[in-house]
């Protein structure tokens, strides 16, 4: 049965595979989808105000949104340092699927990205073993910092946690 696995382990797609089905599965808790299914946390309505007003103002009102009106007195939207609206993994599924909907599908992706750019990083460093590779990516993605900021509702730190291995990745690319 271990040199089967092995032997299965050799094709990159069955791993990547595997590591996607194994984060769909983590973040299969938070995929409900609908306005009655809230994220969690204490800073969700928050962060998932930033989509909302993307949302409104380019699809219900035909402009880009320059200002905040909702926070005070208002707020420039487009100097907002919390604004991730710039990273097309997040825009887009905010467009497309609305802004509650979107935004969960947006941390799916980025779950996603952080193991597959993990993975990408142990290749990069030589790792050979297929189950470590996989290991080290679902340890990298189920880790304790990214699955308590998320509970917290900060999930701009799992935004930028799935970046990066990807920086670390080029790093070594560009060095070589």
């Known amino acids: 049965a271990v ?4 032997a299965a382990m ?3 797609a069955l791993e990547l595979a595997v590591l996607f089905a194994a984060i769909l599965a983590y973040c299969s808790i938070f995929l409900k989808f609908g306005v009655d299914w809230r994220l969690p946390g204490n800073e969700t309505e928050l962060f998932q105000s930033f989509g909302l007003i993307w949302y409104q103002s380019l699809v219900e009102g035909g402009q ?5 009106p909702f926070i005070r007195s208002g707020l420039p939207f487009v100097a907002d340092p919390m ?5 097309p993994l997040i825009s887009l599924p905010i467009l497309i699927w609305g802004p509650w909907d979107g935004f969960k599908l947006a941390l799916l992706a980025h779950f996603l990205l952080a193991g597959w750019g993990m993975w990408q990083l142990c290749q990069t460093l030589g ?4 189950a470590v590779r996989l290991w080290v990516s679902l340890l990298f993605v189920f880790a304790g910092q990214p699955a308590a900021r998320f509970f917290q509702g900060e999930y701009l730190f799992v935004f930028g946690f799935a970046w990066i291995p990807w920086i670390v990745h080029n790093l070594f690319q560009v060095a070589r």
């Open 64 to 68: 880009f949104p320059l200002w905040n």
């Open 10 to 12: 050799r094709y990159p």
């Open 127 to 130: 790792i050979r073993t297929p």
């Open 83 to 87: 604004l991730y609206i710039y990273n």
């Open 3 to 6: 040199r089967a696995f092995r």
